[in-house]
């Protein structure tokens, strides 16, 4: 008989070992009241020193989309603004905020927690879902001011409204499943971390937080200035068409905003979904396969 078999025979557990992903993902979920109580805490410990407090959690991405919104309104010009710019442009921000704010904090949930992670035995995925969870619970008041702007500046008031609630629950697991992926690969190449800011970057300026990428890039019909029309880049389009944050963007502001120019496309729910699913399943098992390497020291 091995040491390990007589440790199991006296019910003993290797330390930080790796258990089933049907046992591990049991014990993350029984840990669920622990990561919200967790982001709630950091929530409230990360603005106590303000004078303003809590108001940050709304005031910061109001004050974003003011500025992108006065610098981006100008550039782009009149012409280039699609219907409801205004409202257009606060739904991107507030929706794409969450999502950057997310993975940049998630992907270094392990790496920023190391001492935690090497001193107390837990499921190493709470740290990272916590980080989602907090930028969640903040992003839950800005919804609240985004409905109360549509309404301020003229937009309906419809039943399209309630396809938020799955929308943006769709978008907080398919966040979940990239900020695990991304967490897992930070621990094993740090550098990514710094590489991080840099990649959101990237996506919010090419998924269409402030123009119409069909608009833009799509074919132009005849007109008196343009009689000929313009072929446009339908490749570009198209390869949007499978982004998913553009496809969660546009699925958002089809529901919240009225008029043929915000037209549902039914298969952004179909491919939403798919990668929710894919996204979510793919990173739990990603991240459950190296739990007995996080915390490790090399």
Known sequence: ?????????????????????????????????????????????????????????????????????AVFGVLIGPQGRPPHFVEFLIIGIFVFEFFAQSWTAGGRAITN??????????????????AVTERFLKFLPTVAIMLVF???????????????????????????????????????????????????????????IFFSIEERFGPKPPSAANPEGTPGHPWLVTLTDYQPVHEFLSIARAALLDGPFYDTN???????????????????????RAEERYGRVD
């Not at 966040?175 to 990514?192: E, S």
Request: hydrophobic share 55%.
């Open 150 to 208: 549509l309404v301020a500046t003229g937009n309906p008031i419809t039943w399209h409204w309630l396809l938020i609630i799955p929308i943006f629950a769709l978008f907080f697991a398919f966040t979940c499943g990239i900020v695990l992926i991304t967490a897992r690969l930070a621990v094993h190449w740090r550098d990514l971390n710094n590489f991080l800011p840099f990649i959101t970057r990237f996506f919010f300026y090419t998924t269409g």
């Open 1 to 69: 008989m091995t040491i390990a078999d007589e440790a199991a025979s006296a019910g003993l557990t290797k330390v930080g070992g790796r258990p089933s992903l049907r046992e591990y993902v049991t014990e993350v979920w029984r840990r669920r009241s622990f990561i919200f109580s967790m982001a709630k805490f950091r929530i409230e410990s990360e603005n106590q020193q303000n004078s303003l407090g809590m108001f940050w959690v709304i005031l910061k991405p109001l004050l974003n989309a003011l500025i992108y919104g």
């Open 266 to 288: 039914t298969d952004y729910w179909v491919y939403s979904i798919l990668w929710t699913i894919g996204v979510l399943a793919f990173g739990v098992w990603f991240f459950w």
């Open 113 to 130: 927690n190391s001492a935690l992670v090497q001193s107390l035995a837990f499921p190493r995925m709470v740290l990272p879902l916590a």
